[in-house]
């Protein structure tokens, strides 16, 4: 996982008052259990885990008590069934050892959700939910897009104040400052291009 999907990630759950938990910064020769999980989440004003959504949106955060993180960041694939079926590295945080070894952090107590970060799910209606239902069967509680966290990063950000303790939102806000980001809410106002006519 790159540093810049970790910062993104990181950032995104820090916003909505979690807790994160990393795992090791450091790459081994060979990938052993507790180096599967990305990240550990506890929402401390969580009381009952109710993941009604499985694509989460930032409101469903709230009903998030606990859960393990894997960032997926293949910015440039969509997550279609084709694309799930042959990778089947995807999925080894779900592995029961695996799971045991990354919940031993949490102690006993309460539901812990699998929550999978992905660069998109396929646009159609039949592929999206085919991969919904391929990442359901392999023990996926909910995914999280990172148009998701990216928009509400770029939302949340205010370009009058300075975010030195964070490099990504300092980033952000520059981007904002000159106008090269916009706010998503800003978006449904932009004028479309007209369309030029056809001349004889």
């Given amino acids: 996982m790159s540093a810049v999907a970790e910062a993104i990630v990181r950032e995104y759950f820090e916003l909505h008052g979690f807790f994160v938990r990393q795992g090791r910064k450091y790459l081994a020769p060979a990938k052993g259990e507790d180096d599967q999980v990305d990240f550990s989440i506890c929402n401390p004003r969580c ?19 606990k859960a393990i993180v ?3 960041a293949w910015h440039t694939e969509t997550f279609s069934p084709t694309v799930l079926t042959h990778a089947p590295e995807i999925f080894r945080f779900v592995d029961p050892a ?27 209606s039949g592929a999206r939910n085919q991969s919904i239902e391929l990442l359901r069967g ?11 966290m990216l928009a509400d990063l770029i939302d949340s950000i205010e370009v009058n104040r300075n975010y030195q303790k ?15 980001l916009r706010d998503s809410q800003l978006e449904l106002f932009r004028p479309r291009r007209r369309k030029k006519k056809a001349t004889d």
Avoid: H, M, W
């Fill in 138 to 148: 392999k023990g996926v509680d909910a995914v999280l897009p990172f148009r998701t």
């Fill in 98 to 124: 695996v799971f045991k070894q990354a919940a031993k952090a949490f102690g006993q107590d309460g539901s812990l959700l699998k929550i999978l970060v992905v660069p998109a799910l396929p646009q159609t």
């Fill in 47 to 65: 009381n009952q885990t109710t993941a009604e959504n499985f694509i989460l949106s930032s409101a469903d955060l709230k009903n998030v008590c």
């Fill in 166 to 180: 964070s490099d990504l939102l300092q980033v952000i806000r520059i981007l904002k400052n000159y106008e090269l």
């Fill in 70 to 72: 894997v960032v997926k």
